[in-house]
């Protein structure tokens, strides 16, 4: 769990910032606080510190609540009728309903709050569906103490309303923590915060808000399904220098020989080449060529249908993370092939490939519809470098023809096709029969090809594209990759 620090923002409109925990003290004037990072559980400090000025009656005044200016506008009006009528009572009454509220406005501008705030969302990242847990923490840095305080920490529509939570007097020194739970239906990158607030006299006539600006990242990928019913190996391809020597099978660098050079060092000499062929030899390591694989992603507005969680992008942008994260376990370095430009190549030695492409997908949407013809000359520039597996929506045969170039001879390649009728509920006949000729197009180019709909699993349509591959293509439960 990691630890950060922000900052808070005074509404009142004056800013500032330093380094350092900092204290929080609500009023007017600068702000202290910092920044810092969090991955798997985040924590967050924030604090401000105001100063007086001349903005604390602006901002009392500012906050005058619906009674406050009534009995204003009642004062107001008392005190015109009382001069006018020359009726002294009323004119006590009107300075008082004029005074009450003007008194509140200027103990609300200028009270002053110490507070220290700490947020813990653990975990900060998380699958579509499932729940995090926030922890709000509120220290009172004054000796005195405070009044009580309504505080609402913000929160993306998406992850539902705000929650809002009352805070009881809280002496000097002092903490008190909340805590409460989010569950990211949709995924996507969100700030949770900044933390709200609310300060308020005992009548009701005017109500400050203070707002920290310390806000914590939490990111909902995709969910993802598991593909062991898939390709679960890999061989070597490939041409000209990358197929000089096979791939250890031990992991250990690949040996090749070549003439001395001056400066070699000499614990480098081969000596069973250097005495074959009469003059000094050394040994030149190179490392493990890598399986690769590339995971295109169908994004194109036009070419799926339905909204919201169910419909036709969100299963693809599912099935993309499960086949991304299927390759990735199986030590493939996998690149996504979404908005118009592909990303880069993932590490099949560390851990965190993974995770990487996840967050990537997290924050995908719909592009226009000639991102697809973009991803695919993408393909073509990389001569479909290695494995190639591509989730499509509705999808004409001149991009089909595209898409079926970019596959090597001797490499594996899926492609999943969506029944996007069935998301929309209309034009069954005509959209069976496009795809059917896609299908057709891809299989004779040696693409492994399987339908999907609304009511199909991604573990489901991987293993039937998979069960497709033909000769060409990888034997049937195999895929190729290319080493580079």
């Not at 996840?358 to 973009?374: K, P």
């Amino acid at each position: 769990m990691a630890r950060r620090e922000g900052s808070t923002r005074d509404r009142s409109g004056s800013t500032g910032r330093a380094g350092g925990t900092g204290v929080s003290r609500f009023g007017l004037g600068g702000l202290v606080g910092g920044t810092g990072s969090a991955r798997t559980g985040s924590a967050r400090t924030g604090s401000a510190r105001t100063g007086s000025g001349g903005g604390w009656l602006r901002a009392g005044f500012a906050g005058l609540t619906t009674r406050g200016r009534s009995f204003l506008a009642a004062g107001v009006a008392a005190g015109i009728c009382a001069v006018l009528l020359g009726q002294r009572d009323l004119l006590r009454v009107g300075v008082l309903l004029v005074a009450l509220p003007v008194a509140c406005a200027v103990m609300m501008g200028r009270a002053r709050v110490r507070l220290s705030l700490v947020r813990t969302v653990t975990p900060s990242r998380v699958v579509a569906g499932e729940s995090t847990r926030v922890r709000v923490e509120l220290r009172n840095l004054a000796r005195a103490v405070t009044q009580v305080l309504l505080a609402e920490d913000a929160v993306p529509y998406a992850l539902g309303p705000s929650p809002r939570f009352v805070l009881s007097r809280l002496p000097g020194g002092r903490r008190a923590a909340v805590t409460y739970t989010l569950r990211g239906q949709v995924r996507g990158h969100f700030d949770i915060g900044p933390l709200q607030l609310h300060l308020g006299d005992p009548f009701g006539m005017c109500e400050v808000t203070r707002s920290f600006t310390a806000t914590d990242p939490m990111v909902v990928v995709p969910r993802t399904w598991p593909l062991a019913g898939g390709p679960t190996g890999g061989q070597w391809g490939g041409t000209g220098e990358a197929l000089q020597g096979m791939a250890a099978a031990s992991g250990e660098h690949d040996v090749a020989i070549r003439e001395y050079r001056q400066g070699d060092d000499l614990r480098r000499v081969h000596w069973r080449s250097t005495a074959r062929r009469g003059e000094l030899m050394v040994r030149r390591d190179e490392q493990p060529r890598q399986m690769r694989a590339s995971v295109l992603l169908d994004a194109r507005a036009g070419a799926h249908r339905g909204d919201g969680p169910t419909s036709s992008f969100e299963w693809a942008v599912s099935m993309v993370a499960s086949a991304a994260a299927h390759l990735s376990a199986r030590r493939y370095a996998v690149r996504l092939l979404v908005e118009d430009s592909p990303t880069a190549w993932t590490s099949p030695s560390g851990g965190s490939g993974a995770g990487a492409l996840l967050d990537r997908l997290a924050g995908v949407r719909l592009q226009s519809d000639d991102e697809l013809a973009a991803l695919t000359a993408a393909l073509h520039r990389s001569h479909g470098d290695g494995v190639v597996v591509a989730v499509l929506g509705e999808v004409s045969e001149e991009l089909a023809r595209a898409l079926a170039a970019s596959r090597r001879p001797g490499t594996g390649a899926l492609a999943v096709l969506l029944r996007v009728e069935d998301w929309a509920g209309y034009g069954a006949e005509q959209s069976a029969e496009q795809r059917r000729r896609v299908a057709g197009l891809l299989r004779t180019a040696g693409w492994g090809v399987a339908e999907a709909g609304p009511g199909d699993t991604p573990t489901m349509a991987w293993a039937r594209a998979s069960a497709g591959l033909g000769p060409n293509g990888g034997q049937p439960g195999r895929l190729a990759g290319v080493a580079r």
